[in-house]
T-cell receptor, first 114, second 113 residues
Framework: KQEVTQIPAALSVPEGENLVLNCSFT??????LQWFRQDPGKGLTSLLL?????REQTSGRLNASLDKSSGRSTLYIAASQPGDSATYLC?????????????FGTGTRLKVLA | SAVISQKPSRDICQRGTSLTIQCQVD?????MFWYRQQPGQSLTLIAT?????????ESGFVIDKFPISRPNLTFSTLTVSNMSPEDSSIYLC??????????FGSGTRLTVV
C-alpha cells in the first residue's frame, strides 16, 4: 500500500535562502508525482508534475526531482521570498497500475522570514 | 489546464443543517473528485463523481451524509448533510488533467457551530 511522507513538517528560514523539501513514497512503481502549494484555508495550486520518465521539472525558482529507485522526490526553492510562505504537499498515485487515485503527504509548512 | 470555480469559499453553519458546495469547470471532464481536509490533516478522497452514474464513495463515506450530483460534464455539487462540528473542514473539488495531474478548486472552508 502506497504511503507518502513529507519531512520536515515545518520549516522556518530567512529570506533569500535556498531550501529543499522532501517527499518519500513506499511504492516506487509510480507513473507520476505532483507537488502543490496550499495557502491557509485555501485550495491547492499545482506547482510541478513529474512523469515517471522524467528526472526533474523546473518552473521559475522551483525545481522538483524524482528518484523512483530510492522512493524520493525533492522540491528545491531557490532564493526564497516571504511570498513563498505556505504549506507544500506532494501526491503520488495510490495504485501504480494506473488508477486515478492519489495519496497526499501531510505537507511541509514553510515560513520565510523577511 | 482546467479552471475550476468553487463556491462558497467559506461558510459558518448550524449543526443539523446541510450545505451544498458547487464546482464549475471551464471544460468538459469525465471524472470529478471531492476531497476533505480536516484541520491539520492532509487530504482524504470522499468520492468520485461520474456524469450519468452514481458517485463512487471511499471507505468511511456514505451517500446519505455526502450526496453528490453530476448533472453534466462541467458541473458537480457535494452536500454535507446533518452537519456536526466534526464536519468542520476544507472541502475541495478537483479534476484530472490529460497528463495525469490534478487541478483543484479554491476550496470551501466549513465551520459547524
Amino acid at each position: 500500500k502506497q504511503e507518502v511522507t513529507q519531512i520536515p513538517a515545518a520549516l522556518s528560514v530567512p529570506e533569500g535562502e535556498n531550501l529543499v523539501l522532501n517527499c518519500s513514497f513506499t511504492d516506487s512503481a509510480i507513473y507520476n508525482l505532483q507537488w502543490f502549494r496550499q495557502d491557509p484555508g485555501k485550495g491547492l495550486t499545482s506547482l510541478l508534475l513529474i512523469q515517471s520518465s522524467q528526472r526533474e521539472q523546473t518552473s521559475g525558482r522551483l525545481n522538483a526531482s524524482l528518484d523512483k529507485s530510492s522512493g524520493r522526490s525533492t522540491l528545491y526553492i531557490a532564493a526564497s521570498q516571504p511570498g513563498d510562505s505556505a504549506t507544500y504537499l506532494c501526491a503520488a498515485p495510490i495504485d501504480p497500475e494506473g488508477t486515478y487515485k492519489y495519496i497526499f503527504g501531510t505537507g511541509t509548512r514553510l515560513k520565510v522570514l523577511a | 489546464s482546467a479552471v475550476i470555480s468553487q463556491k462558497p469559499s467559506r461558510d459558518i453553519c448550524q449543526r443539523g443543517t446541510s450545505l451544498t458546495i458547487q464546482c464549475q469547470v471551464d471544460s468538459q471532464v469525465t471524472m470529478m473528485f471531492w476531497y476533505r481536509q480536516q484541520p491539520g490533516q492532509s487530504l482524504t478522497l470522499i468520492a468520485t463523481a461520474n456524469q450519468g452514474s452514481e458517485a463512487t464513495y471511499e471507505s468511511g463515506f456514505v451517500i446519505d451524509k455526502f450526496p453528490i450530483s453530476r448533472p453534466n460534464l462541467t458541473f458537480s455539487t457535494l452536500t454535507v448533510s446533518n452537519m456536526s462540528p466534526e464536519d468542520s473542514s476544507i472541502y475541495l473539488c478537483s479534476v484530472l488533467g490529460q497528463e495525469g495531474g490534478y487541478t483543484f478548486g479554491s476550496g470551501t472552508r466549513l465551520t459547524v457551530v
